[in-house]
């Protein structure tokens, strides 16, 4: 914890942390001493890690690098981090992250971009570590934490590893509880792990997840312990390769990459089947409806009241304009966006064209995945991004879309409520990471982890 410590302290420039807590983190490496000392150390006992600011930490800033929440202290802790804290895990801090999570750059943050450890080949240009838990992914891979919380809406836990070199995982949408997480999209929204390698994800995985009475989603289903699913023996499952992904103009390096882990699968044992997803087409579209329609309802507790900033106010201001001026104010543009587009698909004249139609189109992705396992698919190969990391700025506002296109291999997994795990596999030609992703059945975090075990 010191040395972890002393090493974020010479880092500022990455800006991966927002918030230090290096009182709590020797409190807590004291307690964990103690613990360990008296033989009653859970594996993550004394383990140091970073928090995505995303999760409400007791009397800690908690602001979903938002300004709305400025001066915002939970008076509660998340069920995820209760759950690492009662294992004897060490938070040394909160870290950077897209406002509210809606981003793939980390470049909506109210505490400015989170930059990639990693530069392209001899080019000083700063890189994104992706987003939105680009703090997490920074951290984790500039060794200034051994692992770190995320949050995955529509790939922002499996797009930041892969633009980083490292691990994460999404678990199945029920495993985590989202109880003190604060609220992005609520029927896609889940905590995972964020490590080095996939034996890191799989201890971690198993003290953040369980069933908990806060969070009526969360499954009520045993936990197994992950680690000892990880045998490395694939022999005879099947592996799905969805054409679907194969999507025109993609960089010859991630063709590659993919190509690579289908061969080291193969040679593992297991089979290799082509398969077909055919609504995949839709999924970034149905994403930017139903993402943004729930925003746009969880970010009205927003108000200048009940939390964090308030504007202030004009002589002869009503409560219209307190609301006005403190969410112009406290809200990014990235998050106006989202709530203006929520606020249209949910609007009376609208809801069927959008929000209806998309939930709609989200049952028969999810049905596309439902159809391919019980086909005997066991897991499914893709790659986890379109590209390595880009630069900071390269890609402009004037574009959102072009920023979303960054979701399209991640999103399909969280619309149909399934695991996926993100695995550094390789390089481009510059030296940067790729990460490839596999898509695993409900429930079955333990053999996903098994056959990314078996990729890296
Ligand atoms: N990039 C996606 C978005 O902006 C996903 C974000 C996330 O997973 N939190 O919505």
């Not at 609220?183 to 369980?210: H, N, W, Y």
């Amino acid at each position: 914890t010191e040395s972890l410590l002393s090493a974020i302290e010479g880092a500022d420039a990455l800006n991966a942390y927002v918030h230090k807590t290096p009182e709590i983190a020797l409190d807590q490496a004291k307690a964990a001493d103690a613990r360990i000392q008296a033989g009653d150390a859970p594996d993550m006992c004394g383990i140091p890690m970073g928090i995505k600011d995303l999760f409400c930490t007791k009397g800690v800033p908690s602001q979903a690098a938002s300004r709305i929440l400025e001066g915002f202290k939970p008076e509660y802790e998340s069920t995820v981090t209760t759950k690492l804290f009662d294992a004897g895990t060490v938070m040394l801090g909160k870290l950077n992250m897209d406002e509210f999570a809606m981003g793939s750059s980390n470049e909506t943050s109210c505490y400015g971009d989170a930059v990639n450890p990693w530069r392209r080949g001899n080019d000083d240009a700063l890189l994104t570590p992706g987003g939105s838990s680009g703090g997490s992914a920074a951290a984790v891979a500039a060794d200034l934490c051994l692992a770190a919380t995320g949050t995955d809406t529509g790939g922002s836990i499996r797009q930041p590893a892969a633009f980083t070199g490292i691990t994460g995982i999404k678990p199945t949408y029920g495993r985590c509880s989202r109880w003190g997480i604060v609220a992005f999209a609520s029927s896609l929204d889940q905590a995972g792990p964020m490590t080095k390698d996939v034996r890191d994800a799989a201890i971690v995985l198993e003290a953040m997840c369980g069933q908990d009475a806060k969070d009526s989603t969360s499954a009520d289903l045993p936990v197994p312990n992950f680690e000892a699913m990880l045998t490395g023996d694939i022999r005879g499952k099947v592996i799905g390769i969805p054409k679907e992904y194969r999507l025109d103009g993609m960089p010859a390096e991630i063709e590659k990459l993919w190509a690579d882990g289908i061969a080291m699968l193969k040679a593992a044992g297991a089979e290799i089947r082509d398969i077909s997803l055919p609504h995949t087409k839709y999924a970034l579209p149905t994403y930017y409806v139903i993402a943004p329609a729930e925003a746009s309802s969880n970010l009205a507790r927003y108000d200048g009241v009940r939390y964090g900033h308030r504007a202030k106010l004009a002589q002869g201001d009503g409560i219209t304009e307190m609301y006005e001026k403190t969410r112009a104010e406290g809200f990014g543009h990235e998050v106006q966006r989202r709530v203006m587009v929520g606020t249209y698909v949910l609007s009376a004249g609208f809801y069927d064209a959008y929000y209806n139609r998309a939930r709609k189109v989200r049952t028969l992705i999810k049905k596309d995945f439902e159809d391919v396992f019980a086909a005997g698919v066991d897991a499914i190969l893709t790659p986890a991004t379109p590209s390595a990391a880009f630069g900071l700025g390269e890609m402009t506002e004037a574009d959102p879309v072009q920023m979303y296109l960054n979701d399209v291999f991640t999103v399909t997994v969280n619309l149909a409520g399934l695991p996926g795990i993100s695995v550094p596999t390789g390089v481009d030609a510059q030296g940067l990471p790729l990460g490839l992703q596999l898509i695993g059945r409900p429930w079955e975090e333990g053999d996903l982890l098994n056959t990314a075990y078996a990729l890296e």
